[in-house]
């Protein structure tokens, strides 16, 4: 395949994603991708998209798993290597905005999301095969608590770990919006949220005491989380979608 051809294909490939979100992910010479994958935009896969053919995974094409997601973001979280020397426990993370199937009601209701697979998957042996093993997603709950407004469209997430090889301080700052307008002094306000997740290493507990087990990764941020470094952080996070929708045409 010559230079020019394969130019032209990634053209191609470029104006069918052109509108939609996405997000990819290259690490360790393999390149993750999270996007539509056909020229309609109705179907949406998680992928391992290239490396070994027989380790090119992706999510099974189910609204109970991706349903008409919104993309914004990828991010490698590499695991301590003293408890993670073959390297096989690191995780990829994509965060996205998607319908929501679980609520009933007369118009359609997003959710904010986070989903996670293994970097060392290579699918199913019977079930699952060619498929993700490892995927999990959880909601992202961003609520103003005095007023009870609830931001369901995750727009942007900034990730940054305070200490080095220490996955454990990763924190994800997250800019959040609502599909519904707020109203205030009888106008519209375009209010936007900025909420914090930390990850955290954790134990699982066991669930023999009865007791529920805590199968997530994520806390509950406090007030005293939210440090000067934060929100450093968020303003770089604000001035890069401020110049980028100024940048465009």
Known sequence: MSPDYIFKLRATM?????????????????????????????????????????????????INWLSDPEFVSSVFIKQDEDNNPTGDDNKIYFFFTEVAKEYDLYTTVKVPRVARVCKSDVGGMKTLQRRWTTFIKAQLVCEDRASGQRYNILTDVYTTQHTPSDPSSTHFYGLFTSQWYIWRDGRKDGERAKPSFALNRGQKRSRRDGKKGNSGIFRKLTQSDWTEECVVAFQKLKDALLNCHAASP
């Open 14 to 62: 470029a104006s069918m994603i052109e509108g939609e979100k996405c997000s990819s992910m290259y690490t360790g010479g393999i390149l993750y991708t999270a996007a539509t994958s056909n020229i309609l935009g109705t179907l949406f896969d998680i992928s391992r998209a290239t490396g070994q053919e027989q380790e090119r995974i992706r999510t099974e094409r189910s």
